[in-house]
């Protein structure tokens, strides 16, 4: 049987561009996997604010990725759905947790950075734009996440990990 095939439009989103904007979803969506994983290991612990505080997160990096893939696709360009593999399981305690979902969020910040960076070089101000948004994001979530370890430190460990999980689930309430 004969298959039609719809003539694909010019699109101003660059080859460069899209390439960085499909690896960006790659991480995200490793990130959305791998807070999912920090999230199951704080319910298998007990620690039940701290488990829906990364289950929120997991689904925040979810939708992080599909405005990249909406933004891919309103361009009229191909959105990569990435694979994920690599999701780190084996967590030693909270605090190793903590620093580790800090040290993601830093890396993101340098990546949008980059990003941003490359789309003034190519001069596609309009992505650079788009990005924006991601920039303010970090921001904020590199806060919270460096709130979580003084929450963690402040309360000092082991007597208060109960209300260090419910002072840390509370971040969330604020969203
Ligand atoms: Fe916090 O990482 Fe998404 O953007």
Redesign the pocket.
């Known amino acids: 049987m004969k298959t039609t095939s719809v003539l694909r439009q010019k699109t101003s989103l660059q080859d460069s561009v899209l390439d960085i904007l499909n690896k960006q979803m790659a991480v995200?969506a490793h990130?959305s996997a791998t807070y999912l994983s920090m999230s199951a290991w704080c319910y298998s612990q007990g620690l039940r604010g701290c488990g829906e505080f990364f289950r929120k997160q997991a689904a925040e990096?979810r939708e992080?990725m599909m405005k990249i893939f909406n933004y891919i696709a309103d361009s009229g360009a191909l959105a990569i759905s990435p694979e994920i593999s690599k999701v780190e399981r084996g967590f030693e305690d909270l605090r190793s947790i903590l620093v580790m979902a800090l040290d993601q969020?830093i890396m993101?910040t340098e990546n949008f950075n980059k990003m941003s960076e490359h789309c003034q070089k190519v001069r596609d101000y309009q992505t650079a734009r788009f990005l924006q948004w991601?920039l303010d994001?970090?921001f904020e979530?590199e806060q919270q996440a460096r709130r979580c370890i003084e929450i963690f430190d402040l309360m000092n460990a082991k007597d208060a990990l109960f209300d260090i999980d419910r002072e840390i689930h509370d971040l969330k309430k604020k969203d």
């Open positions: 995200e990130s990096e992080h969020e993101i991601y994001e970090q979530e």
